[in-house]
């Protein structure tokens, strides 16, 4: 009996070392992805090494570093609270959190841990920030209040990924979106691209389309266009690629022409620096003068927004800085100017309700007078790229938490021009009880086809996920639309969308994190409408529905067929796509990487697929209605063939199922 304790107890400490060495090395990986920038990789090693408990405060701060440099402030905030309740000793960690809890509107909560940050050490990079911030809570108390009579409309180009900088060029759109085929490792998303869709009415666009083969790079990050007046030049932004061979390691601004139709290979322009992050040009009206976002030394703080004086031969002068009155130790990005001379822009610097903010700068007298844009058009989110198409309607972007991915673009007008605020009444104060202040919730959207054509008679069913019943069903309108429909605080629902012709869809919606704080109500009774829009597809054969039902291929450890965990929620995801289309098959087509020999990767392949049906069948799906198919490595989607070296990462891709339609009754 001894010695067979001993063995359990020498047995424990073996499974507690490695459990220990595996955490270590999985913080080891993910502080090499923080350090070389690849962010998105970092967080998933990262949250391996949090999740067993390895050195809770550094791991947690780094997570929420890594969340905070690819442009994930809300994401960062939570591990920003892990780090600080594990005892973090990072110097600026109540900086970082207090910006967090501003973008939700938590300004108190912001203010204690700004005056604790200031009461420690201070860096000396953000000490000026901090008190600034400080001394401006009150007026962005205010500023978080002040409604204008702006009505913001999202674009139906918007998808789960990133749209913003949006140029009107004629009766199209130009912008940049994150849909080419190569993933940016810093957060994860494809790398940034040109892309033009034509706009049948200011919020309704045809299917996007790549702006020019010549400019196109799908390994860089390209966008942030302004062209000339008369549309025959162009300046924009691209990003390094990591190869050697670029000339500078930073974002540069490049020039194009468009000669005979066709967009010229892009030169980087003379007053960028080579050694700085350039980015979001815009020219003025009159072509005289090129504006742009610059981190270059000698600023006043972040990036700056700088000007560059053009002469008639188009010779670019040098870069001045704008100035104090408009730049601060923050960032000020995206300048435009209007066509009346009024500068726009972004900045989080100056007092503002949460990330980047939208003002305009106006001089007034000779001084120059900057003004925040007010609400709507600014939130607790980041706000940016105006382009005004005159003095009471435009666009811009936006991550606000009720768009549908990363940043979205919205069109705005202004409903009474000419005025500005909205005028509220006083609530009249009487001796009894105050009135208590009421806010109602509700659901409405609109259903359109892939060509962004309103789908009328399409049943809706909103579904309450706490129950799985539905609290209401409707049919859209001629015009697509459905709701409103009344929601209840924190709850989480399902959209199910169904006609003849299309596939059934299921989408989320989610009212956790989405409640107003009734303090900041002005009205007694106020009504909230959230808007979803949902996309419906044909079920045609041959089509691979990953993306139509937003469901990841399932993947596979090395030399195995067995389903993974990751796996089997997406394979559930599958058998609900099979019960709420009743009329399709599928075929579950797997693959294997390039290693082991072909005829070994062809069963090995077999094995997988018939594991996945297995998996379906267990769920209750008719075997009749999936077909398993192995491919072996018949089909890499990189090129990670034979005798070609690649990372675990990269043939990881490779071992994969996916899932395509075989036949629709």
């Not at 500078?248 to 030169?267: A, F, H, Q, T």
């Not at 409405?444 to 309103?454: E, P, R, Y």
């Not at 008719?622 to 063939?641: D, F, H, T």
Request: hydrophobic fraction near 30%; aromatic fraction near 8%.
């Amino acid at each position: 009996m001894q010695k067979l304790r001993t063995s359990i107890s020498i047995l424990s400490a073996i499974i507690l070392l490695n459990s220990c060495n595996s955490a270590l090395q999985s913080f080891k990986k993910g502080q090499k992805k923080f350090d070389n920038g690849e962010y998105e990789l970092a967080i998933k090693e990262l949250q391996k090494a949090s999740g067993a408990g390895y050195e809770l405060g550094k791991t947690n701060y780094l997570i929420a570093e890594s969340y905070r440099l690819s442009n994930r402030p809300l994401q960062a905030g939570d591990y920003y609270e892990k780090a600080l309740t594990s005892n973090s000793r990072e110097n600026d960690l109540r900086y970082h959190l207090a910006m967090t809890q501003k973008m939700q509107g938590k300004y108190k909560e912001a203010g204690e841990n700004l005056e604790k940050y200031l009461s420690g050490i201070p860096s000396k990079e953000l000490k000026n920030k901090a008190q600034t911030e400080i001394d401006l809570l009150p007026e962005v108390e205010e500023l978080a209040n002040k409604k204008t009579y702006i009505e913001v409309k999202p674009l139906s180009l918007n998808s789960s990924g990133t749209e913003f900088a949006p140029i009107p060029q004629g009766n199209e759109l130009i912008f940049t979106a994150s849909r080419k085929d190569v993933i940016y490792k810093n957060n994860g998303l494809p790398f940034l691209g040109l892309y033009r869709a034509a706009l049948n009415t200011p919020t309704e666009a045809g299917t996007p389309t790549l702006f020019s083969a010549t400019i196109f790079k799908d390994n860089a990050n390209e966008g942030t266009p302004t062209f000339s007046k008369d549309g025959k030049m162009m300046v924009f932004a691209r990003g390094n690629t990591g190869k050697r061979s670029d000339a500078s390691p930073d974002v540069d601004l490049y020039i194009s022409r468009n000669i005979d139709g066709e967009w010229s290979e892009p030169e980087m322009v003379s007053v960028s620096d080579s050694l700085a992050w350039d980015g979001c040009p815009s020219f003025s009206a009159d072509n005289k003068t090129l504006y742009f976002g610059s981190n270059r030394a000698g600023g006043k703080g972040g990036i700056d927004i700088y000007r560059a004086n053009i002469d008639n031969a188009g010779r670019f002068g040098r870069a001045i800085n704008m100035g104090s009155d408009i730049n601060t130790a923050g960032d000020e990005m995206f300048p435009y100017v209007s066509k009346d001379g009024k500068l726009y822009f972004s900045s989080d610097g100056h007092a503002g309700i949460g990330g980047l903010d939208l003002y305009s700068a106006t001089r007034v007298n000779g001084e120059i007078k900057v003004e925040h844009l007010g609400i709507p058009l600014n939130s607790r989110f980041d706000d940016f790229g105006l382009v005004a198409i005159d003095s009471t309607k435009g666009y811009f972007a936006s991550n606000r938490d009720s768009g549908k991915g990363d940043d979205d673009i919205y069109y705005y007008e202004n409903t009474q021009p000419g005025k500005k605020y909205e005028n509220v009444p006083p609530v009249v104060a009487k001796k009894e009880e105050p009135k208590k202040k009421i806010i109602r919730y509700f659901l409405a959207g609109n259903i359109t086809d892939i060509n962004n054509k309103a789908l009328d008679s399409v049943k809706v069913a909103i579904l309450d996920n706490s129950t799985n019943q539905a609290i209401e069903e409707a049919y859209t309108k001629g015009e697509g639309t459905f709701g409103k429909v009344k929601m209840e605080e924190e709850k989480t629902y399902t959209i199910v969308t169904e006609k003849k012709g299309y596939f059934t869809k299921r989408e989320p919606f989610t009212m956790v994190g989405k409640s107003v704080s009734l303090d900041k109500l002005t009205k007694v009774e106020t009504d909230t409408v959230f808007y979803a829009s949902i996309k419906m597809e044909k079920p045609e054969v041959g089509k691979e529905i990953t993306k139509t039902f937003n469901i990841a291929p399932i993947y596979y450890n090395l030399d195995k067929s067995d389903i993974r965990s990751d796996a089997s929620s997406e394979l559930d995801r599958i058998v609900q796509v099979l019960v709420d289309n009743p009329n399709i098959k599928l075929e579950l087509g797997s693959h294997t990487d390039s290693r082991a020999t072909t005829e070994y990767n062809l069963k090995l392949s077999q094995r997988r697929a018939d594991s996945a049906v297995s998996y379906i069948i267990s769920k209750g799906i008719s075997p009749a209605r999936i077909v398993a198919k192995g491919y072996g490595e018949s089909q890499l989607v990189n090129k990670c063939a034979d005798g070609v070296p690649c990372s675990e990462e990269e043939h990881q891709a490779n071992r994969r199922t996916e899932f395509k339609v075989l036949e629709v009754k």
